[in-house]
T-cell receptor
């Protein structure tokens, strides 16, 4: 399977703990995105990378959130001091930069539950 | 401020008939539009897209129509099949404005009855 891969698929954590998610994009894709989806809502943009550079961040990405893509391949999203409001599906997507389109392909997501 | 709106939370159609899913947007900077399909416990799957320089794009059973003056787009599925039952998300981006992010609507749950 050469699609976007996310790990873990599910994570249950206690409030106040730190969690880290990993995303492996489609291999030739140079753009990588993180989105968050809560029940009844569409995905909400968090941040995106072109290669290893983080080019855009949403105001939703508080200082407890940090994302990295150190070698321009896989990415990690860390949430520090988790809160119950962080419970959501965290989606990673990737795309190949070319003029005139931004068709992003999504992974299956990591469902985070903060108890 | 919901920049992309899908005002119908759900839609039910008979197998073989046409499904029409609607989407409205408010940001005139949006110049690229996409439709995604999502099954439970899976990530969204890309279906079809359209650039603002076009008013129609067709791919098999799926056609997307864009009315820029009305800031409205629609997805037509003909003929509808039970396997099309899923949540459909409309998304938009402002590529010319330098933003790569997709702004999504809240989705419409389509049920195709056999």
């Amino acid at each position: 399977d050469t699609g976007v891969s996310q790990d873990p698929r599910h994570k249950i954590t206690k409030r106040g703990q730190n969690v880290t998610f990993r995303c492996d994009p489609i291999s030739e894709h140079n753009r990588l995105y993180w989105y968050r989806q809560t029940l009844g809502q569409g995905p909400e943009f968090l941040t995106y990378f072109q290669n290893e550079a983080q080019l855009e961040k949403s105001r939703l990405l508080s200082d407890r959130f940090s994302a990295e893509r150190p070698k321009g391949s896989f990415s990690t999203l860390e949430i520090q001091r988790t809160e119950q409001g962080d419970s959501a599906m965290y989606l990673c997507a990737s795309s190949l930069a070319r003029g005139g389109n931004t068709e992003a392909f999504f992974g299956q997501g990591t469902r985070l539950t903060v108890v | 401020d919901q920049q992309v709106k899908q005002n119908s939370p759900s839609l039910s159609v008979q197998e073989g008939r046409i499904s029409i899913l609607n989407c409205d947007y408010t940001n005139s900077m949006f110049d690229y539009f996409l439709w995604y399909k999502k099954y439970p416990a899976e990530g969204p799957t890309f279906l079809i897209s359209i650039s603002s320089i076009k008013d129609k794009n067709e791919d098999g059973r799926f056609t997307v129509f864009l009315n820029k003056s009305a800031k409205h787009l629609s997805l037509h599925i003909v003929p509808s099949q039970p396997g099309d039952s899923a949540v459909y998300f409309c998304a938009a981006s402002a590529l010319q404005g330098g933003s790569e992010k997709l702004v999504f609507g809240k989705g419409t749950k389509l049920t195709v009855n056999p």
